[in-house]
């Protein structure tokens, strides 16, 4: 069972930026795919971005496409975010996310394991 454990969120003005990580427990992280997810207060959590097990292939939601990058190092058992240009419609709890399957996902319920979430505040 892995573990998973975000950092790197905080409070931020608008236009600026963010690096948030996700490190899980296991060596064999490379037989996840991995996702991340955002929550906003009385909001369902939404997609935002997903990686396959190599890392060749990724896909995000259209409200941060052209914005946001999902990559991982699977040497350091490592997913990443990074956030540009941020808007206060991006507050939320991140949350990174790992299933089993050689494709990226983008539905919370194919997800099964979960980390406990990062904030992420955007002031205008």
């Known amino acids: 069972q892995v573990q998973l454990v975000e950092s790197g969120g905080g409070l931020v003005q608008a236009g600026g930026s963010l690096r948030l990580s996700c490190a899980a427990s296991?060596?064999?992280?490379?037989?996840?795919?991995m996702g991340w997810f955002r929550q906003a207060p009385g909001t369902e959590r939404e997609f935002v971005a997903a990686?396959?097990?190599?890392?060749?292939?990724?896909a995000y939601s259209d409200p941060v496409k052209g914005r946001f990058t999902i990559s991982r190092d699977n040497a350091k058992n490592t997913l990443y975010l990074q956030m540009n240009t941020l808007k206060p419609e991006d507050t939320g709890v991140y949350y990174c996310a790992a299933t089993w399957g050689g494709s990226v996902y983008i539905s919370a319920s194919q997800y099964t394991y979960w980390g406990q979430g990062t904030q992420v505040t955007v002031s205008s």
């Open positions: 990686i396959s097990r190599n890392g060749e292939r990724t």
């Open positions: 296991e060596r064999t992280f490379s037989i996840y795919a």
